[in-house]
């Protein structure tokens, strides 16, 4: 399995960004697909995933309301959409691919290089 990470950048406080992760090499049925994030100084953590056949979502707390994670299955795609960006969001954000709790746990078995995403008040 392979991910492939991309659409960070540099956005105002308040602003939005929207992240792909287009996976391929295999079969994602059984798999969830998320995000993790790691800022600087800090542990991973843990931002949203989504079931690949089911569609189920989960999120942080501290995304909730803030963040949607969304997939295309034709595109073997997931999308996380990121508006009310502010400056705790900074981070660098890794798509993963796993069982539901593997990803949730930031244990997953496959990752995606990561993708910058700066924010500035």
């Known amino acids: 399995v392979q991910l492939q990470a991309s659409g960070g950048g540099l956005v105002q406080s308040g602003g939005s960004l929207r992240l792909s992760c287009a996976a391929s090499?295999?079969?994602?049925?059984?798999?969830?697909l998320g995000w993790i994030r790691q800022a600087p100084g800090k542990e991973r953590e843990f931002v949203a995933l989504?079931?690949?056949?089911?569609?189920?979502?989960y999120y942080a707390d501290s995304v909730k309301g803030r963040f949607t994670i969304s997939r295309d299955n034709a595109k073997n795609t997931v999308y996380l959409q990121m508006n009310s960006l502010n400056v705790e969001d900074t981070a660098v954000y890794y798509c993963?691919?796993?069982?539901?709790?593997?990803?949730?746990?930031?244990?997953?078995?496959?990752w995606g290089q990561g993708t910058q995403v700066t924010v500035s008040s």
């Open positions: 090499g295999g079969t994602f049925s059984r798999y969830a």
């Open positions: 993963a691919a796993d069982s539901f709790g593997m990803v949730r746990a930031g244990n997953a078995a496959y």
């Open positions: 989504i079931g690949w056949s089911t569609g189920a979502t």
